[in-house]
C-alpha cells in the first residue's frame, strides 16, 4: 500500500546550522504529488512546499525540497535554521493526485 | 479568507455518550476531510466528502459517521465514545481531490474520552 515515513521524531539543531528532515515514500502510483506541512504551536498545519516534478528542486521561506523518485524521496532542508522554524513537520503523499497520506511528523526545535 | 474552522476546539466526553464535531469552510471548496491524529501516530485518514458523496475507510467505517448539510459545513459523528477515541482530530479542505492542489486544515478539535 501506499505510505511515507519519516525516520526522525525529535530533530533539535543550533540556530544558524543546516537542518535535513528524512522522508521517504512508496507507493505503485506513477503520477504523485508531495507535500510538507509545518504546523506551528496552537496553529492549524499548512504547506510548506509542494511539487510533482521529479527532480526538480521546490523552494519556499528558505526550505527546499527535491522530488527523487529514483529514490523514492522528498527530504527537507534549510541552510541556516532560524527560531522560528521550531514546529513540528509532516510530509504527505498525494498517489495518483487521490487522497493524503501522511508521515508520522518530525518535531523540529531550534536552539540558540 | 482561507480559513477552516472546527469547534468545539476542545471536547471532554465520557464513555458511551455522543461525540460531534464540527468544521466549517467558505473557500467553496468540494471536498472535506477528517483525520485523527494521536501522539506519535501519522494523522489518519478516516473519512471523506467529495461534494455530497461520503467516502470513509474501510477500518474505521463503523466508528465513525459524518453529513455535510450544505458545501460548507461537514460534521463528524461518534455514537459511542471509547477510550480509544481520544485523539485531536483535524478537519481539512481541498478543491477537488483529483489534482494537485492542497489541503487546508483548521486547529483541529482536542477529545479527551474519559
Known amino acids: 500500500g501506499d505510505s511515507v515515513t519519516q525516520t526522525e521524531g525529535l530533530v533539535t539543531v543550533t540556530e544558524g546550522l543546516p537542518v535535513k528532515l528524512n522522508c521517504t515514500y512508496q507507493?505503485?502510483?506513477?503520477?504523485?504529488?508531495f507535500f510538507w506541512y509545518v504546523q506551528y504551536l496552537n496553529e492549524a498545519p499548512q504547506v510548506l512546499l509542494k511539487?510533482?516534478?521529479?527532480?526538480k528542486r521546490t523552494e519556499h521561506q528558505g526550505f527546499h525540497a527535491t522530488l527523487h523518485k529514483s529514490s523514492s524521496s522528498f527530504h527537507l532542508q534549510k541552510s541556516s535554521a532560524q527560531l522560528s522554524d521550531s514546529a513540528l513537520y509532516y510530509c504527505a503523499l498525494s498517489p495518483g493526485y487521490q487522497n493524503f497520506y501522511f508521515g508520522k511528523g518530525t518535531s523540529l526545535t531550534v536552539i540558540p | 479568507d482561507t480559513t477552516v474552522k472546527q469547534n468545539p476546539r476542545y471536547k471532554l466526553a465520557r464513555v458511551g455518550k455522543p461525540v460531534n464535531l464540527i468544521c466549517s469552510q467558505t473557500m467553496n471548496h468540494d471536498t472535506m476531510y477528517w483525520y485523527q491524529k494521536k501522539p506519535n501516530q501519522a494523522p489518519k485518514l478516516l473519512l471523506f466528502y467529495y461534494d455530497k458523496i461520503l467516502n470513509r475507510e474501510a477500518d474505521t467505517f463503523e466508528k465513525f459517521q459524518s453529513s455535510r448539510p450544505n458545501n460548507s459545513f461537514c460534521s463528524l459523528y461518534i455514537g459511542s465514545a471509547g477510550l480509544e477515541y481520544s485523539a485531536m482530530y483535524l478537519c481539512?479542505?481541498?478543491?477537488?481531490?483529483?489534482?494537485?492542489?492542497?489541503?487546508?486544515f483548521g486547529e483541529g478539535s482536542k477529545l479527551t474520552v474519559l
Open positions: 481539512a479542505s481541498s478543491r477537488g481531490t483529483t489534482n494537485t492542489g492542497q489541503l487546508y
Open positions: 507507493t505503485t502510483y506513477l503520477t504523485i504529488a
Open positions: 511539487s510533482s516534478t521529479d527532480n
